[in-house]
Structure formats: C-alpha cells, structure tokens
C-alpha cells in the first residue's frame, strides 16, 4: 500500500536539508507519496501560526512526518504561541509521540572528530530511548510563586505513572530485539520516588513479557561518567524526559557531528511517527549551501525502517551516507568543503 510521508520543510537550514531528502526518495523509487505543509517562522509569516490546524490533521492522517528544523533570530523573542518552537510540541502533543528514539552512532571515518579517543567510540552505536511527553518538563503543579517576605519559589514536579512508564518501557524492548536485545534503565532511584516506581515497573515489564531482553539498571549521574569512560558498554538507554534530553546531547558529541544524527519520535504501534535530524535551524548558515543533509537523510531512513515497515530501503539508505562519507565528500561541519547539494548527490550515487 502506498505510504503518506509529510515533509516539513521549516526554518534555516530545513528547507536545504529536506529538499536532499527529496532527491534521495526520487532515487529510491519506493512507493511513497510525499505531501508538502510550512511549519514553524516559515508557518508564522504565511498563516499567522506556527502550526495550522490543517497541517496537524494532515500529519495524524499521515504515515509519518518528517521536519526539516524550526526557528530562527527572526522569531526569538515573540510570545509564545507565535514561536516557531510552539508549533514543534504542538506537533507532538497532538501525535502523542512519547518515544524518542536518538541514535548515537559513530562513523568510522570520523572517529577522529568524536571529544574521545578513537579506541572509545569506533564502532559505537547506543540506541538511546527517551521520554518524551511526560516528567518534570510537564508535571503540574508548575510555575513560580510568591512567598510572603518577598521571597519567590520556581516549582516543577517530577512525575510518572505506571502507564507512561510501561509504554516507554515497551519501545525500548521491542526496539532492543532487533538489536542485542540489550537495554540499561536509567534513573535515580535512589533519590527520587519517580525513579524508584520507574526502576520497578521496568523490570516487572521485563520480567513479565520480555524474558530475553537482558535489562540493567543505572543510576543517572553513573551513566554521565560512563558514556565518558566506556561507551561502548550500552546498546539501549531507556531513560526519562529529563536525563534522556542531557544524556543523549553528551552521547551526541561522541559522535563527532551534531550534522549526522536522526532522531524518531514514535507513539503508540500503528500511529505515525515525527522524523528530525537533532540539529537546529543553524541561522548562521542558512541559506549558504553548507549545511550537512545526513542528519535528515539519516531521519527519512529511521521513518522508512519505523513508520513503513522497510528495514532494506533504510538499511540502503544509512549505507549510501556511510559510503559516501568514507569516499570522501564532506560538508564543512565534518572537515570538507562540499555543499550541500554535493553531499546529497554523493549520497544519491551511493544508492
Ligand atoms: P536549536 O535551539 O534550534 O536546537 P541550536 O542553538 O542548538 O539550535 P543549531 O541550529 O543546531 O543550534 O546549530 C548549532 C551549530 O551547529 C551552528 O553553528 C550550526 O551552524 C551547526 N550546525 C547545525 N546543524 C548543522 C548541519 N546540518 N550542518 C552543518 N552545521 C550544522
Ligand atoms: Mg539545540
């Protein structure tokens, strides 16, 4: 059946990023159709909002949505519904996209540009699964409030409740059996409720329905030192909103290029699922031709394999970014001199 891909070109950078993407699909000749929809700065100038109401339905109605990058100086100090960041977790609120899968995996090639030694992170490739619509980010009650003498509070609550827990839970163990069926929970049970009920419930899942997944618990501030000391030790990090948001940026800068990296954001079975490269909208070098298009190239392969079901269309797709970096064509942020257009062509080749 044909598959509904939604492109969200956005802000900066996006629409050079996603228009690769584009190539690469031509090259690919799969059956998907891909609808178009302007989305965050780009969405405010046009339609006065940073998401219509239109695009959200037609992002439900979709089989996956990929986004290029939202934002930009341009939009920065508006209020807050006329953000373009506001359209983002509208998007993934309305999809209730409550796991965020963030790749950390280390090209060989590029080794050398990683914050570690080469002998750390060849070869690294940690799935870390985050998430992504619950914890303190959202827990109520929040705010700042004032004291009486003058004083004032800022509040945020750390929560979770079994379901959201089981159902991320749940991602991370399907997503590990097609890896090495290796999953490390992280939280800080030791002191905070949330991550004590967080550590029980993940093992009782575990114990329950997934016998052959090999769990370990870690505690959040080892697992900081850890990334740093062996990385290699991890597959799958199954951990919070709040320590997945840091942990997975430090496991980024093991990679070597904010550049190179996809991120998923997935709901419940069936739902579509939310596709961006983790980077930014980059104004520094927007509309410069600079722009590295792997980390969006890398997005469409994490739908292709999660949202459409084709684990060889994104296997052949990673491959062609790999070979194509090995070969030598390399954007300024990975220590070449390549456009953007040329980095994409490079990767159509290898196809
Ligand atoms: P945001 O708040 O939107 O996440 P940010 O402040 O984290 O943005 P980015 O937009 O991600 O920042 O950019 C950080 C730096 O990395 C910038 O110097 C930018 O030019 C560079 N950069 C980001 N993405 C790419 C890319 N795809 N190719 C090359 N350089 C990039
Ligand atoms: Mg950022």
């Known amino acids: 059946m044909t598959k509904q891909l939604l492109l969200l070109p956005g802000d900066g950078i996006g629409p050079e990023v996603t228009g690769q993407v584009r190539r690469v699909l031509d090259a ?4 998907i159709e891909t609808g178009e929809a302007l989305f965050g700065g780009a969405a405010i100038d046009a339609e006065g909002v940073p998401v219509s109401d239109e ?5 439900l109605a979709a089989d996956a949505v990929l986004m290029g990058a939202v934002g930009g100086p341009k939009w920065a100090n508006q209020p807050y519904d006329k953000r373009p960041e506001a359209g983002l977790l509208r998007l993934r609120e309305a999809m209730n996209v409550y796991a965020n899968l963030r790749p950390a995996r280390c090209f060989s090639a590029l080794a050398d540009a990683s914050s570690l030694k080469r002998e750390l992170v060849e070869g690294l490739d940690i799935m870390f699964v985050r998430e992504l619509v619950g914890g303190v980010y959202f827990g109520k009650p929040r705010g700042i409030e004032e004291l009486p003498d003058g004083e004032r509070r800022g509040l945020n609550t750390h929560q ?4 959201e827990i089981r159902r991320v839970a749940r991602a991370a163990f399907d997503l590990a059996k097609g890896r090495s ?5 992280v939280e800080k049970s030791n002191v905070m409720e949330a991550g004590l009920l967080w550590r029980e419930e993940v093992q009782r899942l575990r114990d329950q329905e997934y016998p052959d997944i090999e769990l ?6 080892n697992c900081a030192m850890q990334l740093v000391k062996n990385p290699k030790q991890f597959d799958t990090i199954l951990t919070d909103n709040l320590f997945g948001d840091m942990l997975s940026d430090e496991a980024a800068m093991l990679t070597g290029s904010l550049g190179l990296l996809p991120s998923a954001a997935l709901g419940e079975p069936g739902k579509p699922g939310l596709y961006e490269p983790i980077h930014g909208s980059a104004p520094d070098i927007a509309g410069q031709g600079l722009a590295n298009p792997a980390a969006a190239i890398l997005s469409l392969a994490m739908a292709v394999r999660h949202s459409f079901g084709d684990e060889r269309a994104a296997g052949r797709i990673e491959r062609a970014v790999e070979a194509a970096i090995e070969g030598g064509t390399r954007t300024r942020d990975i220590g070449g001199e390549a456009t953007t257009e040329q980095m994409g062509s490079a990767i159509v080749q290898s196809l």
């Open 181 to 185: 069926g290796r999953v490390c929970s």
């Open 55 to 59: 695009t959200v339905a037609r992002a």
């Open 28 to 31: 690919l000749d799969l059956d």
């Open 216 to 221: 370990s618990h870690m505690l959040a501030d």
């Open 160 to 163: 979770y409740t079994t379901s």
